[in-house]
């Protein structure tokens, strides 16, 4: 079961990055909590979709601050949405 899910996970992260073509990849909330037993397998079968389309591999990388990213970005967009942020 447990394999399946990483399946599905990898799978909507390539997929996120093929359409973003971001230069990194910042985890955060419960996927970043569970740590390198979650990430150091979902690297390996990201690299593995990405490689052929990106040319590269994106660094996934864990967010310091585990349990607030999700909260700072509802605000952030807000505040552009209020136009009392300017990015």
């Known amino acids: 079961m447990l ?3 990483l ?3 990898s799978a909507s992260v390539a ?3 093929h ?3 971001p230069e990194v990849l910042i985890l955060g909330g419960n996927i970043a909590a ?3 037993q979650l990430l150091t ?3 390996t079968q990201v690299a593995q979709r990405c490689v052929r389309m990106l040319g590269r591999e994106a660094p996934i990388l864990l967010h310091a601050q585990v349990g607030c ?3 700072l970005g509802a ?3 807000a505040f552009l949405h209020q136009r009392l942020l300017k990015i």
């Open 3 to 5: 394999g399946r899910a």
């Open 7 to 9: 399946e599905y996970l």
């Open 15 to 17: 997929s996120l990055l």
């Open 19 to 21: 359409a973003f073509d």
């Open 34 to 36: 569970a740590g390198d």
């Open 41 to 43: 397998p979902l690297r």
């Open 69 to 71: 990213g999700g909260v």
């Open 75 to 77: 605000a952030g967009l």
